[in-house]
């Protein structure tokens, strides 16, 4: 069974800024134009772009939001829970894994706005999901919380904003 850090190497993944690794594996050449993207967008955009993104157990993926809807595919390892909060301050929790009894799934959509991060549930593991978005990434619609501000935005979800921040 490959460890977490053997599929760092194999997958060729790079630290992100958010925590964790990952690298893009897919942009779409193909382009949206400003004028036919929402306004909440500077500029065009890749029709769509997806990443390889892996956690080691221990490791969190910060809390951040994006401009675009997020789905994520789980992969390998353990299950991994994603942490979000709706517009209206909602905790709205995921787990994605292999247990469907348990009530994790394969696949999950983190919706544009969201605060939102990840953890994984399992102890000396790694969780090795996919993340792909549309309208394209790009870090300019990338948005990483500050712990202050969102204590004073969600003050109820204040063990999951510091484990996260």
């Known amino acids: 069974m490959p460890t977490g850090r053997d599929w760092i190497r194999e997958l060729g993944l790079e630290p992100h800024p958010e ?10 050449g193909d382009r949206v134009p400003r004028a036919g ?14 990443i390889y993104f892996l956690l080691l157990s221990g490791q969190v993926s910060r809390l951040h939001r994006l401009r675009s809807d997020e789905i994520w595919h789980f992969y390998e390892g353990s299950p991994v829970l994603v942490h979000a909060f709706g517009p ?11 247990d469907a009894a348990a009530g994790q799934v394969f696949q999950a959509v983190v919706r544009a706005g969201r605060w939102f991060g990840a953890e994984v549930a399992g102890p000396d ?8 978005i549309a309208p394209g ?7 990483l919380g500050r712990r202050e501000a969102l204590l004073a935005e969600f003050p109820a979800h204040r063990a999951i904003i510091e484990k996260l921040t």
């Open 125 to 132: 593991s790694y969780a090795l999901v996919g993340c792909t």
């Open 137 to 143: 990434f790009e870090f300019d619609d990338f948005e």
């Open 88 to 98: 209206d301050g909602a905790y709205e929790p995921v787990t994605l894994g292999r």
């Open 19 to 28: 925590g964790g690794f990952f690298r893009e594996i897919y942009r779409s």
């Open 37 to 50: 993207l929402p306004p909440r967008y500077a500029g065009d955009r890749s029709m769509s772009t997806s």
